[in-house]
Each structure stands twice: as structure tokens, then as C-alpha cells.
């Protein structure tokens, strides 16, 4: 999954695409993960308004 | 009543949508200012200094490009000098060769070569992919274009080609005559060179291994 780095300048999104699941993972981390925490807020939010 | 799911509440699909918008917009500019170092064209003493650029010197026409697979990387990658190599039967300085390599571009663009050929990923599948053209063994010495030319460099080779490229039966889809003059020739030979030495992180996928191509077998 993780494969070591070996482009030809070191990048940040040079080390995002060096194994297939980087990419996936990263964005996964970075948009659904705040996503859910979103839905619980605003579930939270909800039930405070009841 | 009914409790309100959050799924059909506005507030929820609105936070959300910001925050991938502001990511993404985030993520692209970033992108945006590392391709920028990444494609920065790399200077004459980067080229004495042994420093790797994706992107070398417009005097990489002064040496000898090679392409040799980096069993690291798994893919082909070129290799300059350190041997130097006339072009053209002597050695380019710095202006000379940027403003040779800028003519060549600007004739590449005149004679739209990408409206057959591919370079560096842009343009059609119609004639063969130019982005490793330089490396192409048919070409080198002892090559079939030397004796179909009857020139003894590739350089030469690659300039009788050019200026009359209908006249010798290359391809099934013959290259037709675009007018070329010998400066241009010129110019765009050391647009090819310097485009083979470019750090395509092995693309064209596989060039290295075809069949008859570079040390393929």
C-alpha cells in the first residue's frame, strides 16, 4: 500500500501517488472524515432544537 | 411530529459543500505552485553540477542523452553525459542554445507536428510519438535513417528528414512536406533533443523495451 518514494524531485503529491491507495486515503481523511463529524453536529444540533 | 433527519436538512449539505469546496480549492492551488518547481527548466550549471531536473538546460543539446531503466523507479529515465556530444558539429552556449530551442518550439507550433504526432502526452496518435524521438535507435549510427539520408550524424539525418520528409519511406502514413526550412530543421532537431532528456517518469510507457528501441530486444 505504502511503496517508498522515487520521483525525481521530492513532492507532497509526488508521495500521494506512489502507491494506489495514498491518494484514496488522504482525501478520504481530509473530506469524509469532517464530513461525519459535520453529521453529528448538526444531528446533535437537531435534537437540541426539539 | 416527525424528527428532522439530518440528511434533508439544509445546514448539513451547506457546511459540507463548503468544506470540500475549500479543500479542493486548497489542494489545486498548492498542486498548482509544486508543478510550477516541478517544470522549472533547470540551469547550465545544474547540468556541469550533476543536479538532477525534470526539466535540464536548453545546453543539454552539448551532451550525450542516454535513456537506461532505473530499476528503483521501474521505469526508464534519461540519462545526460557526462559525456559531451557536438550538436551539430560544436558545442552551444547558453544563449545560443536557448534561443535555438525557442525557434525550435515556435516551428513545432507553425507546422503543428501534434496535429499527427504526440509530445510529451499533447496531440495525436496518427504518426509515432515524438516525446523520446531523439532515442530512437533507427536513427543512430549504423541506424536505417543515416543510410536512407545518406548522412553520417543523426543531427544531419534528422535535418534531410525534415526538409523533405516525403521522399523517404518511413511509414505507411508518409510524413508530407511542411515546408521546412534548414534553420528551422535545425531548430526543431534540438527541440526533440532536449525534449528526450526530459523526466516523463517513463512515458512513454514501455518506449525502452519496444521492440528495437533504445536497448530493448
Redesign the interface.
Known amino acids: 500500500m505504502f511503496e517508498?518514494f522515487?520521483?525525481?524531485?521530492p513532492?507532497?503529491?509526488g508521495w500521494l501517488n506512489q502507491g494506489p491507495l495514498t491518494l484514496t486515503i488522504f482525501l478520504h481523511t481530509?473530506?469524509v472524515l469532517?464530513?461525519i463529524f459535520?453529521?453529528y453536529q448538526?444531528?446533535k444540533?437537531?435534537?437540541n432544537e426539539? | 411530529m416527525a424528527q428532522k433527519s439530518v440528511w434533508s436538512d439544509n445546514r448539513f449539505w451547506r457546511r459540507s459543500a463548503t468544506w470540500v469546496t475549500g479543500v479542493a480549492s486548497v489542494l489545486l492551488i498548492w498542486l498548482t505552485f509544486d508543478t510550477m518547481g516541478q517544470i522549472s527548466m533547470g540551469t547550465d550549471a545544474d547540468l556541469k553540477n550533476g543536479v538532477t531536473k525534470r526539466v535540464p538546460a536548453p545546453t543539454v543539446i552539448n551532451y550525450k542523452v542516454d535513456y537506461v531503466f532505473d530499476s528503483r523507479r521501474g521505469h526508464e529515465v534519461p540519462k545526460i553525459g557526462p559525456e559531451k556530444e557536438k550538436f551539430f558539429g560544436k558545442f552551444w552556449s547558453e544563449e545560443e542554445a536557448a534561443a535555438l530551442l525557442h525557434k525550435g518550439k515556435l516551428a513545432s507550433q507553425a507546422k503543428n507536428c501534434m496535429d499527427c504526432h504526440t509530445l510529451l502526452g499533447n496531440g495525436a496518435y496518427f504518426a509515432p510519438d515524438l516525446t523520446k524521438a531523439w532515442l530512437d535507435p533507427a536513427w543512430q549510427d549504423g541506424g536505417t535513417m543515416q543510410a536512407m539520408t545518406g548522412k553520417n550524424s543523426k543531427e544531419e539525418a534528422m535535418v534531410a528528414f525534415l526538409m523533405n520528409p516525403d521522399q523517404y519511406p518511413t511509414h505507411e502514413r508518409m510524413m508530407p512536406n511542411l515546408g521546412i526550412t534548414h534553420d528551422e530543421a535545425v531548430a526543431l532537431v534540438a527541440f526533440l533533443k532536449h525534449m528526450a532528456s526530459i523526466d516523463t517518469n517513463g512515458f512513454p510507457r514501455n518506449f525502452g523495451r519496444m521492440q528495437g528501441a533504445v536497448h530493448g530486444k
Open positions: 517508498p522515487v520521483d525525481v524531485n513532492s507532497f503529491f481530509l473530506v469532517p464530513m459535520i453529521y448538526e444531528k444540533r437537531l435534537e426539539k
